[in-house]
């Protein structure tokens, strides 16, 4: 086995990059932020403000947010009142 050369930039000795590596998952994440991560990584979305992924879509040519679920409502005609069955 060759050691991982990121892991390996940790520190100058095991110890030291052990304990700069733990030093990296210190700190909790706000509660419900994994969840965000997991679903724009699974949905294949941006993860971002609106704006952020309006802009991502425009670079990308297609849509960057989750679509509204379901069928389009059916309107009514206004004149008949008949269903628009389009």
């Known amino acids: 086995m060759t050691p991982y050369q990121l892991y ?6 095991s110890a030291s990059r052990q304990a700069t590596y ?3 998952f210190r700190y909790e994440l706000e509660p419900g932020l994994v969840d965000k991560i ?8 941006a993860l ?3 704006r952020f992924a309006e ?5 990308i040519g297609r849509r ?11 309107s009514m005609l206004p004149e008949t009142g008949v269903l628009d069955l389009k």
């Open 22 to 24: 733990r030093e990296l």
């Open 64 to 74: 960057a947010m989750p679509g509204i679920s379901g069928r389009p409502r059916k």
């Open 55 to 59: 802009e991502v879509a425009a670079m």
């Open 8 to 13: 390996d930039a940790l520190g100058r000795d």
């Open 48 to 50: 971002g403000s609106d």
């Open 38 to 45: 997991r679903r724009a990584t699974n949905g294949n979305f």
